[in-house]
Each structure stands twice: as C-alpha cells, then as structure tokens.
C-alpha cells in the first residue's frame, strides 16, 4: 500500500531492527547473520550478553559497513544519512533483553513500558520515514500516542504466541491479571470462561492503544495514514480469534477472508480520527 519511495526505506527498517532482535535472541550471537564483512560479532550466552553484539552491529553499520544484504545494507544508508537513530535501537535491544529474561511480568504497567519501548520505539523510528515534509517532529504528545501504537502491535505480538511463552517458562500476561481471573497457579487448567474474560481484557486494552495512538498518524502521508489503518485491523481481528483458541496456544494466522474484511474497519477508523480532525463529514 505504501508508495516505492516509502515502501523501500520501510522495508530497510524493518530488516534491520529483525536483526536486532534475531541478535537478542540468539543463545550464540557469533553467527555473523549480518553478514560476513561484519567482524565485531563476538558470543552472548544470554539476551543480556547479546546487547554487546547489538552495540558493535550498530558501530559497524553506523560507520559505513556494508553486508552483501540488499536490505540490511539500506538500513545503513538509513543511518548514514541520519534518519534511523542509532541511540534508539540499543534503547529498543535493552528492552527487549529485559523483557525475553522476565519469566513473569507482574502489572500491566510494567509490561506497557517495555512495549513502549520495544514496538514504541521502532514506530517512532518508523515516523521519520513516513512523516509528510510539512510536518514538524512529533511533539511530546504525539511521541506517547505513537509509542502507544506501536505498543498495541507488539501486545497483539504478545497475545498471538502464547504456547511459544508456556514452552519456554515465560507468560508475559500481567500477573495481576492472571491473580484477578483466578489463573495465578501455572499448573492448572484453565476454566473456559475465566479465559475468554482475560483474553478480553487484553484485547480491550489493545483496541484502545490502537485507537488512541492513531491520531498522532495524521501527519504521516496518506498512503501510509491508509496502511497503518489496515494493519491495525488485521492486528485486531487475529486478536479476536483468542477467544475461542484453547488457553496457552498460538493464534492461527489469519484467513483470507479476514483480510478483505479489515478494509472497511480500516476505512471506518480513518474517517473517524482523519477526516473528522480535517472537519469533513
């Protein structure tokens, strides 16, 4: 949906902060994914060791260092001419090392903070890309209504891999919610309707981060403004498939049909927070 002049630098970007988490992640971080002229990898044994590899992926790339990766090396041209911060992505790696050590998380607030400040964070940097040249930089407000977007798409990441979370000892569902829907003790099975009233309660909190960060959108251009629409969509109706899932699995990925149906919510959710801020009907 977006135009070739944004839809490549977006793609660049995306590319490059994969490959900050794939480093994260990693349980041997000397693998040289980025490529083999990159020489500053060295081992991490844990997300936390692995922010070392983050840091000298970002010199490498920052300096001028080329992958044989088309993408990855546009993401160091992206950084090169100084429109993807190098300070942001170490921000959105420490993060994510914190949250990926976390086995519990223990309130909805503490959660929201690290998703600001992983998928947060990587909107942020995405608004530099998509931002219309009249506009200015986002001022406070409309960095925390971002932030809060791209915190309601990592939720939805979140909620969508669940099994993944159980097989690993981790649930990053807020703990005081799992205590409030009587799902504190991880040993047992949970009653259906205690489920469906926690899976609607994270998916209500999603829907209003979505909803309320799409206003600070309007400055991004058109084609990107309908895009953000349409992705904020299909987030929410795999998410509304959690209901009916068993508890402590993975979300299908959505059907076809899913995906043609988005578009009028999409449209919908542009005349509510775009049209209207213009004063169309």
């Known amino acids: 949906m977006l135009p ?72 160091a041209e992206l950084a090169g001419q100084g429109r993807v911060s190098a300070e942001a992505c170490q921000h ?27 998928g947060g964070e990587a909107v942020l940097m995405a608004d530099g890309l998509l931002r219309q040249p009249v506009c200015s930089k986002p001022t406070p407000l409309e960095r925390d209504q971002l932030q809060a977007w791209g915190a309601g798409l990592a939720m939805t990441r979140v909620l969508s891999t669940l099994g993944d979370q159980q097989a690993m000892k981790r649930v990053w569902l807020p703990l005081d919610d799992l205590v409030e829907a009587g799902l504190g003790d991880p040993n047992r099975e949970p009653e259906p ?52 899932v068993p508890p402590w699995t993975n979300l299908p990925p959505l059907h076809w049909r899913h995906r043609v149906t988005a578009l009028p919510g999409a ?15």
């Open 92 to 118: 959105m790696a420490a993060a994510l090392a914190e949250l990926i050590e976390l086995p519990r998380v223990a309130t909805w607030s503490r959660l929201l903070g690290l998703l600001k400040a992983t």
């Open 193 to 244: 309707a205690a489920w469906s009233m926690l899976m609607t309660k994270q998916i209500r909190r999603v829907e209003n981060l979505l909803i309320g960060g799409q206003g600070a959108l309007r400055c991004w251009t058109g084609p990107a403004q309908r895009a953000a629409a349409v992705l904020a969509q299909l987030h929410l109706q795999r998410l509304r498939t959690a209901r009916r």
């Open 4 to 75: 070739s002049g944004q839809r490549r630098p977006i793609q660049c970007l995306l590319a490059g902060l994969a490959q900050v988490e794939s480093i994260v992640l990693s349980k041997d971080a000397d693998d040289d994914r980025h490529g083999d002229a990159c020489t500053a990898c060295s081992h991490g044994q844990n997300a936390g060791g692995n922010l070392n590899v983050v840091a000298a992926m970002v010199d490498f790339l920052w300096h001028g260092g080329t992958t044989g990766i088309p993408d990855l090396d546009g993401f």
């Open 267 to 281: 449209l919908r959710l542009l005349r509510k927070h775009f049209l209207a801020a213009d004063g169309r009907r």
